[in-house]
């Protein structure tokens, strides 16, 4: 029985890691839509017509954007010069996301443990160590949550995280950490910044506890080149040319959309509860273990923005929930005794049962949901079907009136709107532009002032459903032109009083 253990684990594990591979690879081909897929689609149809100064993404304004990082402005680069689609462009990107994320956690698990089951055990652990009850965000790569994200910047950011981990525990040790090394680990930490920010904040929280947690400890000559490595990541981060990294510590406004990140925590994260006790245990073999130095420095933060309301710290959350996820893997392989290892493994392998059923709906992504067992189908969530049905008439560029929901997907198509989907700070009229669009569909505003909206932000096209409000669909100034899901109508402004002046 004792020399059975290890290879059914170690057969466990990397058959687990191939299902759920070959899952995501199956989403990537049907690329499901939620959340922010329309932001990241615009963001790549704005740099492909105009790659050096490609405006708002989402409204027609000349403003900068945080969107344009330097992953963006390659998957740009690479629709301007292909001529591929632009969700083509985002299933390059998901796969290029995934590659790195898998590939990062290969080499940041080794080197902790040189068990050959370990990285596959711990990719196991990052997508399905959750909660019982289901979660998604980007920057969170729970399976069902990384199957809505996968093209997302925040996957490519997260990937290159753990490369960036891997690399400067490597270099602490002097394993090739001259100059070079260092340079390039300072310009990758600011690559990882510009392109999700968020994620950025918890590759810095684990690029520290690297360093506080290296044995030995650095040398003087090390340490010197460590900090001069973070003097090009610096400067690049000030000379970003399409926004102002820096000036983001300036806006507000994000507290109440974050403000869920500190609710439901055992629901949502409880099953990573298995990942803090096997930190218990690494913090007993040392204090300054580098997974439970990366543990306590994001739950600071965590905490930090829970008690000052500054809620939008929740997104450092990754930084609390990945050094669990990833040390529950690894005492498997690292627990002393084999009673204890067994005992642990059992519990483990409990917790991930659960948390693989909590997100069996992601089968549905890939799977008709009429093929599902009834259990499975009940928690699949079908993706927004999107706008493709009014490409035909609307034409890039074009401003299109519509509300909040339909405002996060129309720009994936070229088009712009008269208020952004999303918070837009580096956008000084924002609040106007939402005031209009909340007047323009508001029960009683007058017909003249609806009309001198349309006319004041140039707006070619209205969408809107039975009951949205607006303009009456047979008002002179509007002409039906199609039909979309559920009634939805798109409507061509055509009325010479709300022809744009």
């Not at 950025?200 to 080149?225: D, E, F, H």
């Not at 509300?403 to 070229?414: C, D, E, H, N, V």
Request: include cysteine; aromatic fraction near 12%; charge should be positive.
């Amino acid at each position: 029985m004792r020399v059975a253990t290890k290879p059914v684990i170690r057969g466990a594990a990397r058959g687990a890691a191939a299902l759920l591979l070959v899952l995501l690879l199956l989403v990537i081909v049907r690329l499901p839509w939620a959340g922010d897929l329309g932001i990241h689609a615009a963001t790549i149809e704005r740099l492909r017509h105009h790659l050096a100064d490609p405006g708002n993404p989402l409204v027609d304004a000349d403003t900068p954007s945080p969107y344009y990082s330097p992953w963006m402005l390659l998957l740009g680069c690479l629709a301007k010069a292909t001529g591929l689609g632009t969700f083509v462009v985002l299933r390059v990107a998901a796969l290029v996301g995934l590659s790195l994320l898998v590939t990062g956690v290969v080499h940041f698990v080794r080197t902790f443990c040189a068990r050959r089951a370990a990285p596959a055990l711990a990719f196991v652990c990052l997508v399905l160590l959750w909660g019982p009850a289901l979660f998604n965000w980007s920057g969170f790569p729970g399976l069902n949550s990384l199957a809505l994200t996968i093209s997302y910047p925040s996957t490519f950011a997260l990937g290159l995280s753990f490369h960036f981990w891997a690399l400067l525990r490597k270099a602490l040790r002097g394993a090739g950490g001259g100059w070079p090394v260092f340079l390039g680990l300072g310009l990758l930490w600011a690559v990882i910044l510009l392109s999700h920010q968020f994620t950025g904040v918890v590759a810095s929280c684990g690029g520290l506890a690297m360093v506080l947690g290296a044995r030995p400890w650095p040398s003087r000559a090390v340490l010197v080149r460590l900090v001069g490595g973070v003097t090009p990541g610096v400067v690049l981060l000030a000379l970003w040319p399409y926004y102002s990294f820096f000036g983001l510590f300036g806006v507000g406004g994000l507290e109440q959309i974050h403000r869920s990140l500190y609710r439901d925590l055992l629901p949502h994260f409880g099953l990573a509860l298995v990942g803090v006790g096997a930190l218990v245990l690494r913090l007993r073999r040392d204090r300054r273990d580098p997974l439970v130095l990366f543990f306590l420095l994001g739950a600071t933060v965590f905490a930090a923005g829970g008690l000052t309301g500054h809620y939008s710290w929740g997104r450092v959350l990754p930084a609390v929930l990945i050094p669990a996820q990833l040390a529950a893997a690894l005492e498997v392989f690292e627990a002393g005794r084999t009673g204890v290892r067994r005992v642990f493994a059992g519990l483990l392998g409990v917790a991930l049962l659960v948390g693989a059923w909590t997100q069996a709906g992601t089968l549905g992504y890939v799977v008709p949901r009429d093929a599902l067992p009834a259990g499975v189908a009940a928690k699949y969530r079908p993706p927004w079907p999107g706008y493709h049905w009014l490409t035909e008439d609307v034409k890039y560029g074009d401003v299109v009136m519509a509300k909040t929901f339909p405002s996060r997907q129309i720009p994936a198509y070229g088009p712009y709107t008269v208020a952004p989907g999303y918070p837009d700070f580096f956008l000084p009229d924002q609040e106007e532009r939402a005031t209009a669009t909340r007047d323009y569909y508001a029960p009683g505003t007058p017909r003249s002032e609806r009309l001198d909206i349309l006319r004041r932000y140039g707006v070619r096209w209205v969408v809107a459903y039975p009951g949205d409000g607006g303009l009456r669909p047979d008002d002179a100034a509007l002409r039906r032109v199609a039909t979309g899901p559920r009634g939805q109508g798109l409507f061509e402004v055509v009325g010479g009083e709300a022809i744009p002046g």
